[in-house]
């Protein structure tokens, strides 16, 4: 194994604090519990967004957090969620008095951990809604979760329901936005390599060199299949065509078109993936309104991509396009 880390068990906090280094005006870190809070918080009348998950997908949550989007992030250990008491107090400490919304990626751990802290807050006087994200079609349920996985969506999520919050709606309606875009959300990722996590010391899967897995998770799920290795234009079908196909897109449909890399994948690579999907959604009359193009929700050092499509309206698209400032998406 070699990463640049220094001790395995310290990876999260040296993270965070070089987060902290790096935006200390956009973001403070808190550590036993650990989770990380825009600048400004709480931000009274306004409904906190606060998300979590296990670390290793950076720059998914803490990247995310600042004007526009989340006001608090609680990163567990490497592909680990986070502990019910990171979740209650980084929510306490981002309530601006009209709730909190949590957002969550269908993890076993991470559904569990945030239910029991949405009690805690509740017992306390504190408004909590919580929204689920399960917009991978690879498969209906892995070893993290029952159901369909949360990837690239939540970035999504996060950005449109940070929009709507920052406009002032309750938390019943920046709830219905995160619900909104999670329903017209779908992904799908692939796999070239496998990847380390640092306190294992090798490789989570192996994958032959001939080999690439279609349908993985972001913690290197094994996916719908394995196939060998293709030209971009062979592959990015096997991935589109079942997210085109489940959100029944129709011509004339517009989208936010999402492609992502897992953390290995360098952007030459991320824009002929691009290329070839914009071919796709032409051929079956969908236009591309929006579109991000980058490694926005990783898995360590991972080669491989992720492609995720919502389905805009009016709302969806102003939402997307309000400002944003954090320290890995700002317009």
Not at 114 to 138: K, R
Request: hydrophobic share 40%; proline share 5%; glycine share 10%.
């Amino acid at each position: 194994m070699k990463k640049l880390i220094n001790k395995p068990e310290d990876v999260v906090v040296d993270a965070m604090r070089g987060i902290e280094a790096a935006h200390s005006g956009l973001v403070k870190a808190f550590y036993d519990p650990n989770y990380l809070i825009r600048a400004d918080a709480p931000v009274q009348g306004k409904v906190a967004l606060v998300s979590g998950g296990g670390s290793g997908h950076e720059p998914l949550h803490g990247g995310f957090v600042g004007m526009g989007m989340l006001d608090a992030a609680c990163p567990g250990p490497v592909f680990t969620s986070p502990t019910p008491d990171q979740m209650l107090e980084a929510s306490k400490a981002v309530n601006g008095g009209t709730g909190v919304l949590h957002i969550v990626k269908n993890y076993t751990g991470d559904c569990m951990n945030f239910e029991m802290a949405a009690e805690l807050l509740s017992m306390e006087g504190v408004q909590v809604e919580s929204v689920i994200i399960n917009d991978d079609v690879a498969v209906q349920d892995s070893l993290y979760t029952a159901g369909r996985r949360g990837v690239g969506a939540t970035v999504l999520v996060e950005k449109m329901a940070g929009a709507a919050a920052e406009q002032r709606r309750t938390l019943a309606e920046v709830a219905e936005v995160a619900r909104k875009v999670n329903a017209h959300s779908r992904s799908m990722g692939m796999a070239l390599t496998s990847c380390t996590v640092p306190h294992r010391g090798e490789p989570t899967f192996s994958l032959p060199d001939d080999e690439i897995e279609i349908g993985i998770g972001i913690h290197g799920e094994p996916g719908r299949r394995r196939v060998k290795i293709a030209p971009a234009a062979e592959i990015v079908p096997m991935l589109t065509e079942p997210v085109i196909s489940d959100l029944a897109l129709n011509s004339g449909d517009e989208v936010l078109a999402f492609v992502n890399g897992m953390g290995g994948t360098p952007s030459i690579e991320l824009y002929i993936v691009y290329n070839e999907l914009a071919k796709i959604l032409a051929g079956h009359g969908v236009k591309i309104a929006r579109n991000l193009v980058g490694s926005y929700i990783t898995s360590l050092e991972m080669q491989g991509c992720s492609i995720t499509l919502l389905r805009l309206d009016d709302e969806l698209t102003q939402l997307w396009d309000a400002p944003v400032k954090t320290a890995a998406l700002r317009w």
